[in-house]
């Protein structure tokens, strides 16, 4: 699957417990990974996971403790940010006359702009 959101956007959660409340800034970050197979995008300052970890004494003396991690989330529950208006939108293909396909914003925020 062709995946529109690339590694660098801003990106806005727009569905599940991360998305903004009544009275609440939406949150935002940036794209870190993507993984096009699964349909998921890590983004940062999203999803945090508070993993337990157990000390390892027979290997090597690894501590233990509790580690906390971002997790990747899936792609339907995130807006790409237009560059100009800075709302969430959606994004689609264009292929310019030069033959270049390149990715513009689409919606009712959108300005219709290029996203590099």
């Known amino acids: 699957m062709k995946c529109k959101i690339r590694k660098g956007d801003l990106v806005e959660v727009i569905s599940g417990p991360y998305r903004a409340r009544k009275g609440e800034p939406a949150l935002r970050g940036r794209v870190l990974e993507v993984y096009p197979k699964a349909s998921r995008v890590l983004v940062e300052g999203v999803n945090h996971l508070v993993h337990h970890e157990k000390v390892q004494s027979t290997q090597g003396g690894q501590t ?3 580690i906390e991690r971002e997790e990747p989330i899936h792609i339907s529950n995130i807006a790409l940010v237009d560059p100009k208006t800075d709302k969430p939108v959606r994004v689609g293909i264009e292929t ?8 513009v914003t689409r919606g009712r925020n959108s300005s219709g702009s290029i996203v590099e």
């Open 96 to 103: 310019q006359d030069d033959g270049r396909r390149v990715r």
């Open 64 to 66: 233990g403790g509790i």
